[in-house]
């Protein structure tokens, strides 16, 4: 049996996820005043984290098109798991 790969940011309902350079990350966090905690949190396994290479610690900005606001920006900490 041959497994098909599929790519899960592809997908049509699936927001463009874009992960962080470190100096990039720091400069978002001290623009915000926020601590990379107090951010929502995404785990590791989660399969858009996977799919742009994410590991603990890192930071992953989510792009959504929004029919009121034209684009939505919002980003999520990695965390284990």
Request: net charge positive; glycine share 6%; aromatic share 8%.
């Given at each position: 049996?041959?497994k098909k790969s ?73 965390r284990r798991g």
């Amino acid at each position: 049996m041959v497994k098909k790969s599929f790519n899960v940011l592809e997908h049509e309902l699936v927001p463009q996820h874009v992960l962080l350079d470190k100096k990039t990350a720091a400069a978002i966090l001290k623009k915000l005043g926020l601590k990379p905690f107090q951010l929502p949190w995404m785990y590791e396994s989660d399969p858009a984290a996977k799919a742009v290479g994410a590991k603990a610690g890192d930071l992953i900005m989510i792009i959504r098109k929004s029919p009121t606001a034209g684009v939505s920006i919002s980003f999520r900490y990695v965390r284990r798991g």
